[in-house]
């Protein structure tokens, strides 16, 4: 039989339908129709009904299969067959299931049960299983997939034991195994593959993916969606499921572009190929979500319409109501305001509180906003109070966002205290619900629903011209992804586990809406996660305003001068801690600094690959980004060491440009607690030194072989040896790390940063299998210093995913460099430290080597040395 869609035999044996119409449902429906042609009999036609039933459920017609379901039903009870009007009972009730028609599914599916023995009991209770797992009864449903399967080996068939081991994968996973999880789908995807059935081999992929993800894998998690999707291509399927699931995964790896591009790609290919009006509009609803997430809101405004008119034409007021909210989001975020816009949104609001739909709070918080904009102070007031409900028993942004309604009506009331305890008490929910995430980005973007807590304190701070408020506030909330190792550690499978039902259920929360057992799952689990946590790190939940200690930082600063450059309303403040005072300078507009930034970084690519000298000098260039980034805080840098703190967007700074820097150790760090953390770690016992030297880097290999002889005993990788898992296993917990190779920064996905080895790209979360990065790191090429800010003022690359995994110090470029010119720049660092110099002393020093030749010294300008 061909297995293009729409091409398939006249003929086609009735046992045969049933396994079809799962395989090809395109091909199935054409067979049972040709089978029903020629007048068969009442058992054999009710087959055929069925199968076409299946077929059309597979591709998204339900009404459809509901009506063949009922006639299939029907000439099975005239067939006086109770084998035929189980089988027939059973998948009408599955199908009703997806229908949301829950109650008449259990009461087809238990009559079913009644009258069916041996294997068909096996099959009708894995439907029954279906219904009770869409019900969020795990526990019941899993009782009936273990007496299904063990029917089902028995008996032999495998089609229907793969069926059952799919079903039970998903309840492992919501369960928190995602061991057992993918140990059942790939058993399942086996028994697929060996009987043919191409859909159900490609959902079983799928499945797969959704392991990955939950593991926090996300590479993996998106090779077998891609997979997936080109298997239902084969057999003519168009999966929305699969397109929300992709979307999910996209989204959470910062990638809401391609979040966007995948809905949309979806929307059209069911838009030919039809399906139903249901999940039309939900794909469109999803569409709307990443278009905002995009930050295009035009095309948010749109699709958020066209969902709501397609749920509001099925009666799906839960649904539409829920895409007003996004729609009303949008029109505010591209600067609307008003009473019109306010009289909806409290209305929306209204509806949104009688469903009893999560996003209620939001709805509240945007009306008390637009109330404040429109300086209507009573209903603002009322308003704030209403979004302000959820602070307690509700998940953890839930909370941070009632805490903002707070923040916010406290500062409408002119209560700064009440204002600073709600900012506190918000960010440390926020804290909460960065642990639920296993993956660093997800952590990472999770503190975007904090910066306007944080923005509220310092705004007060600065009112007040309180420089030690303005430091510990900007601390708060600044680089607080990298304060846990990410969710990879190899000794704690347990919390893996946990964390990744937890994104499981929260998953399903978002698409399915709120049910009790699942909101029930939800708690246990962040429990669960929040007492792991607790007891791997043998400290108190991270995120309270006690992890940063002012009068710590100043006593471990000695002579050093600490510079924090802090973003408030897109003005730039330097907050300067010298001699245990501290003090704030008003430096400009973080926009100026932000050009004089990219202005010098383009003059360095230009030095770096020997092209013309003429155009302004360095040290010109140099002066002006000194008096765009620092302004009069120059004044108090002196002589001493420094330690520089940029917000995010300013990270690819070349601080060896400045003058007032060019000739002494300089740390440059995401936030001064993480200067703390470096500064507390010790190196390890054993000293072991390792030289990686990539392919594809001619200076490099001359630049390692020359390392090699001042460190004799060292690790040396290269020429076919320097492989990820041979480096891998080097580097942890090493003295003294030095990597040759050409790096690549993902900016559109940072995970995907990567350094080129000789078997391929060592990524990001390669790095993050490290028990302990290296103690000291040198990476010699390319601009491997460089990171996405993301979030509030968080940080993600290369570099940045080894702090939090115990990296004293990296020296990194955040520029790309002329790689020949950097050999003597390494090697005399190299002496520096064997000499006990600090990595930032070291480097300064080695900076000097380079005299008049302009290409070194735009080399040695481009490097900036991270941590402590």
Known sequence: MPTAAGSVETAVAPESLLPLA??????????????????????????????????????????????????????????????????????????????????????????????????????????????????????????????????????????????SRNYRGFIQLALGGTKRADADFAVAEHLYAATGQEFEYAEARQNRGLVAFARGDLPAALRY???????????????PDLAIDRCGVLLAAGLSTEALAEMDQAIVQMEAEGGTATKRGELWFAAATAALATGDLDAARERADRARRLFSAQGREWWSVRSSMVQLEARYQSGETGPRLQRRVNEVARRLDAFG???????????????????????????????????KDAPPLARSAAWLGKALRSEARADVRGMLTACARGLDALD?????????????????????????????????????????????????????????????EHLIGDLAALRDVVRRLDLEGRTVALDRERRRLEKAVRERTHRAHGQPLRGSTARFDLDELIGALGETVLVELIEVDGVLHAVVVRDGKVSRHTVGP???AAIEVERSRFRLRWLAHGRSQRGPSLDLLGSRLADAILGSAQELLGDRPAVMVPPGRLQALPWGLLPSLADRPVNVVPSAATWLRARRLRPPSDRRVVLVHGPGLSAG????????????????????????????????????????????????SPLFSSLRLDDGPLTVYDFERLRRAPYRLVLSSCDSGLAKPVGADELLGLSSSLI?????????????????????????LHDNLQAGQSLAAAFAAARTTAADDPVAVAAGRSFVALGA
Request: neutral net charge; aromatic residues 2%; charged residues 25%.
């Open 225 to 239: 969606l891609d997979e997936a999707g080109r298997r239902f291509a084969a057999v003519g399927v168009a999966w």
């Open 804 to 828: 939090p995994l115990g990296a004293a110090g990296i020296l990194a470029s955040v520029v790309p460099v002329n790689d020949p010119a950097t050999v003597p720049l390494m090697t005399a």
């Open 22 to 163: 799962l395989s090809r449902p395109h091909d199935a429906i054409a067979a049972a129709r040709s089978l029903l042609s020629d007048d068969p009999s009442a058992a054999v036609a009710s087959l055929a009904h069925q199968a076409a039933g299946i077929g059309s459920r597979q591709l998204g017609d339900i009404t459809t299969a509901i009506r063949e379901l009922r006639i299939a039903l029907r000439l099975a009870e005239r067939s006086g067959r109770p084998d035929r009007e189980a089988d027939v009972l059973a998948t009408l009730g599955a199908t009703l299931g997806r229908a949301g028609r829950s109650r008449e599914a259990l009461t087809n599916l238990d009559r079913a049960v009644d009258l069916s023995r041996g294997a068909l009991s096996g099959r009708v209770l894995l439907r029954r299983a279906d219904v009770l797992l869409v019900l969020g009864r795990h526990r019941e449903a899993l009782d009936d997939l273990r007496s299904a399967i063990t029917r089902l080996r028995r008996s032999g068939d495998q089609v229907w034991e793969a069926r």
């Open 432 to 492: 909460e619900h960065r642990l639920t995430m296993g993956a660093t980005e997800l952590r990472a973007l999770a503190t975007g629903h904090g910066a306007e807590l944080a923005e509220l304190a310092l705004r007060d701070a600065l009112r007040r011209d309180d420089a030690r408020s303005l430091l510990v506030w900007g601390e708060r909330w600044r680089a607080t992804a990298l304060t846990v190792p990410p969710v990879r550690p190899p000794d704690d």
């Open 357 to 391: 739909a999560s996003e209620a709070s939001a709805a509240h918080l945007l009306a008390g906003r637009l109330a404040l904009a429109e300086g209507r102070a009573r209903i603002a007031d009322h308003q704030l109070e209403l979004a302000a409900r959820r602070s």
């Open 701 to 748: 290999k001359a630049e390692v072989m020359r390392l090699a002889e001042c460190y004799p005993d060292a690790t040396v990788l290269a020429n076919g040896d320097a492989t990820a898992e041979k480096v891998l296993r080097a580097l942890d917990g090493a003295w003294i790390a030095h990597i040759a190779a050409h790096g690549t920064f993902r900016s559109d």
């Open 590 to 592: 973080v926009s100026t």
